[in-house]
Every structure is written in C-alpha cells, then in structure tokens.
C-alpha cells in the first residue's frame, strides 16, 4: 500500500486497520498535532484521562518516571519544597504570560531552584516539539 502522506510503498501491518489513506507513523504524527492544537481532541483526551483505567495506568507510569528519573523527581521536590517555604513564588508564564497553572521547567537537574516559569500548555508544546530539552542542561 502507498501512503497518502509520505508516499511510501507499505505492508498493510504499517496500516491501522481503519485507516488506510496514511501509515501507522504519519498517522501518529498528525495525531500530535491535533492534540495540540484542537481543542475538541484536548477535550476527549481529558475525559478519557478521567476514566478509573486512565487513572491507574497514569499512577503506574508516575511511579516507574520516578524510579527511572530520581535526580528530576527531587529537583520537582525541590521547587515544591521551596514554593510551600516561601523562598520561591511562582511567576507568570515565560512565553505567554499567563498566570494560571504555572510549572516550572529545568534545564538542569543538578540546579534544582533555577527554573523557568511556563504554563501548563507553554510547557508541554515545548516538550512536545523539543524532547531533548527536558533537563539536559539545555537552555530554554
């Protein structure tokens, strides 16, 4: 099979079973993008997230990133630590400027307290498009 997207001559098994028109990776790609970008899918992604299974499997992946990332995880302690004591204050997004459901993004690990404030969206489109600048001492 030829895929409508990349033009590449296929097996049917790098088909999905209902869809035909494009491969399993150029599906999966324009997938990305309408998750970031349309709010409709936003919208079924975060009902689907409020389902019992969802919450079980997120629980089960937050505590293997734990086990497999120990220097972020206290790093994230860290930043939490120092917001509940006062020596830190959230501040408004890095990129848009928003002050609603701010994070704090590292570029390094090793310094726990030197972060860049970036909403909830800013901060996983950054991650989305750039996946090598999660706390790798690259600076944002």
């Avoid at 590449?8 to 970031?36: E, I, P, Q, W």
């Amino acid at each position: 099979m030829i895929c409508k997207s990349c033009n590449s001559n296929l097996d049917d098994s790098d088909f999905y079973a209902g869809v035909k028109s494009r491969c399993k990776t150029c599906h999966k790609s324009a997938m990305k993008v309408l998750r970031l970008l349309d709010p409709k899918v936003q919208e079924r992604d975060r009902n689907r997230a409020k389902t019992s299974e969802r919450k079980k499997r997120a629980r089960a992946v937050t505590i293997k990133w734990r086990q497999d990332h120990p220097e972020a995880y206290r790093a994230h302690n860290a930043v939490n630590n120092a917001i509940r004591d006062g020596k830190l204050q959230k501040q408004p997004c890095w990129i848009c400027s928003t002050d609603k459901n701010v994070h704090a993004h590292h570029s390094d690990y090793s310094r726990p307290l030197d972060v860049k404030w970036l909403c909830a969206k800013c901060h996983h489109r950054i991650h989305a498009v750039f996946p090598q600048l999660h706390g790798h001492g690259i600076s944002t």
